[in-house]
């Protein structure tokens, strides 16, 4: 079973960085897509950026192309999200979230079978 932690948010002044992590506390990822996705109040979730950890194809939303970067620790069983360039409309919870490879798309949040509890994200201008 996958089991997901979440950390590294905060507040950042428009901007800043900021490196969000996700540690998978239960079995491997390697037969799974890794995704971020975030939720601001009052909006729906939305998808963020993926990962595949078998040869580690990456995707982005347009919002965060650029600016942000997806990878994954091997060896340590996590997936990092790098956060350059905050704008106050990335403010929002960040929640990381596992999906086994050929079950849905990477970036639907409905196609995610693992969550975890989330991580707050505040960019203030």
């Known amino acids: 079973q996958v089991q997901l932690v979440e950390s590294g948010g905060g507040l950042v002044q428009v901007g800043g960085s900021l490196r969000l992590s996700c540690a998978n506390s239960?079995?491997?990822?390697?037969?799974?897509?890794m995704g971020w996705f975030r939720q601001a109040p009052g909006k729906e979730r939305e998808f963020v950026a993926a990962?595949?950890?078998?040869?580690?194809?990456?995707y982005y939303a347009d919002s965060v192309k650029g600016r942000f970067t997806i990878s994954k620790d091997n060896a340590g069983n996590t997936v990092n999200l790098q956060m350059n360039s905050l704008k106050p409309e990335d403010t929002a919870v960040y929640y990381c979230?596992?999906?086994?490879?050929?079950?849905?798309?990477?970036?639907?949040?409905?196609?995610?079978?693992?969550w975890g509890q989330g991580t707050q994200v505040t960019v203030s201008s």
């Open positions: 979230a596992a999906k086994r490879l050929g079950l849905g798309v990477v970036y639907r949040a409905r196609d995610y079978s693992s």
């Open positions: 239960g079995r491997t990822f390697s037969s799974y897509a």
């Open positions: 990962i595949v950890w078998s040869g580690g194809s990456t």
